[in-house]
Every structure is written in C-alpha cells, then in structure tokens.
C-alpha cells in the first residue's frame, strides 16, 4: 500500500506532466489557428479564381 501511495505521490510531483499537457495545448492551438488560417486563404484564393475566370471570359479572340 505505501509503494503505491509513494507512486502516486511521485507522480504528481513529478514535472513531467504538466510540461506534457502544457505542449499539447500550445500543439492544439497551434493546429486550431493553421486551420482558420487555410480556411481563410482558401476563400480568398476561391474569389481570386473566380474573378479571374470572369475577367478571361469576357476575353474575346478577335482582338476587340
């Protein structure tokens, strides 16, 4: 019983978990934000095609 009392005291002491926790928030913020990140540069390269192709459709071939 003591064994494992001294097992649970050590590891609540230890300092190896809350560095672990600690990284793997910054980890998922860090994936929160590429995210957002992707989101909001897919959008604009979505409206930058769109626009483009509008702009090359009203093309016309015979110079006018």
Known sequence: MKT???AVKRF???EDGPT???YAVV???IIVSC???ITEFGDQLGAWFTNTSATVSGLTTDGN
């Open 20 to 22: 672990a926790v600690e």
């Open 12 to 14: 609540f002491q230890s």
């Open 35 to 37: 995210i957002l990140m």
């Open 4 to 6: 494992t009392f001294n």
């Open 27 to 29: 980890v998922a913020l």
